[in-house]
């Protein structure tokens, strides 16, 4: 069973872009391409190879896929209003 084990080193020095904490970043490789997350209040991103950050996309209800398709709305009337009554 030889798994590889992931080394994660600290940065000297390094400050958060999300909490602006110094010294809590930490990187390491992500599937061959390095990535740093910090540990104080757990933003993640990884970068490219110029090392620019590529922030990961937070889900939110723009980027989901659509479950089911929405339902036209309908008016319904409960109680019989009288000022709407057909004139015979």
């Known amino acids: 069973m030889s798994e590889e084990t992931v080394i994660k080193r600290f940065i000297a020095g ?23 997350e910090c540990v104080s209040c757990g933003y993640a991103d990884t970068l490219d190879e110029r090392g620019n950050a590529v922030p990961r996309e937070v889900p939110t209800r723009v980027n989901k896929a659509k479950l089911a398709p929405e339902k036209k709305s309908q008016t319904v009337q409960f109680f019989p209003n009288p000022k709407l009554k057909k004139k015979q």
């Open 14 to 36: 390094a400050v958060c872009p999300a909490c602006t904490a110094m010294d809590t970043i930490r990187t390491f490789d992500e599937d061959g391409r390095p990535a740093r």
